[in-house]
């Protein structure tokens, strides 16, 4: 059994997925746009160049996304986060960086009792991120203990 994530862009997903490449490393392998289908004749002239699918890797993580589909409201990404973590605090903060320009920061990046690193956002396209550092306790606990 596999559980994917699927986000959908309302137009912006070709936006999105340079931002993530940028942000973190996404590594894009699938890129289908409507005019590539069978119906691509019958899409919207707007539309035509608009991402049907897209799949994108971080390490070994695949996510889905998609421009959508012509014409539907827009919708908010509620009820969930992605979240994101490295081991480099240095490196959290600058993917929590560039995925906050232009969004909106819900936490600020900062340390905590229970990680090196964390913040919460949301990046331009309304996606919700937390980014954080696991904190090593035993790593810390050997440390302290030297």
């Known amino acids: 059994m596999q559980l994917d994530t699927y986000l959908f862009f ?11 490449q940028h942000a973190f490393g996404a590594q894009i392998h699938t890129l289908i746009r409507f005019c590539d289908t069978p119906d691509g004749a019958h899409v919207a002239p707007e539309w035509q160049d608009k991402m049907m699918h ?7 993580n695949a996510v889905m996304a998609s421009d959508g589909q012509f014409g539907q409201p827009k919708k908010d990404y509620t009820g969930f986060s ?3 973590a490295t081991d480099d605090a240095n490196a959290d903060a ?3 960086a560039a995925l906050g320009e ?3 920061v ?12 964390f913040g919460m956002l949301k990046d331009h396209f309304g996606v ?3 980014v954080n550092v696991v ?8 440390s302290i203990s030297s």
């Open 54 to 60: 897209a799949l994108f890797t971080v390490g070994p």
């Open 135 to 142: 904190h090593r306790l035993e790593e810390d606990a050997a």
């Open 102 to 104: 232009g969004g909106e």
């Open 94 to 96: 600058r993917i929590f």
């Open 10 to 20: 309302n137009g912006g997903c070709a936006e999105a997925l340079a931002l993530y």
């Open 128 to 130: 919700p991120w937390l």
């Open 106 to 117: 819900l936490t600020p990046w900062q340390s905590s009792y229970f990680m090196q690193g």
């Open 82 to 84: 992605l979240s994101i």
